[in-house]
Nanobody
Framework: QVQLAESGGGLVQPGGSLRLSCAAS????????MGWFRQVPGKEREFVAA????????IYGDSVKGRFTISRDNSKNTAYLQMNSLKPEDTALYYC??????????????????WGQGTQVTVSS
């Protein structure tokens, strides 16, 4: 059983940056792909980014390409989401998740069996 805990959210001005962290415990972190999703009230949970177990493959949602970077440090059992050039529409509750599925499932919510509780990101002046 994998437990995930996000941190690093907060209030930031448009154009600013934040780095989210996702600390994992209770499983073999290096054997899972990791993903980030986000959700605003009343909308579906949206795929943001995913990274392979070794960190060699990354994929991104169209709305964040070129602005967000996903990474991981298997020695620290932690995944990261570096968010640059933030926009008000990036405001959401951000979740990290772990997947034992293949690459074809990384961009869908159903591809992940373990989820964190989320960290709020608010982009506003």
């Amino acid at each position: 059983q994998v437990q995930l805990a996000e941190s690093g959210g907060g209030l930031v001005q448009p154009g600013g940056s934040l780095r989210l962290s996702c600390a994992a415990s209770g499983g073999t972190f290096s054997s899972y792909a990791m993903g980030w999703f986000r959700q605003v009230p009343g909308k579906e949970r949206e795929f943001v980014a995913a990274i392979s177990w070794a960190g060699t493959i990354t994929i991104y949602g169209d709305s964040v390409k070129g602005r967000f970077t996903i990474s991981r440090d298997n020695s620290k059992n932690t995944a990261y989401l570096q968010m640059n050039s933030l926009k008000p529409e990036d405001t959401a509750l951000y979740y990290c998740a772990a997947s034992s599925q293949g690459r074809g499932m990384w961009s869908v919510r159903g591809g992940y069996a373990w989820w964190g509780q989320g960290t709020q990101v608010t982009v506003s002046s």
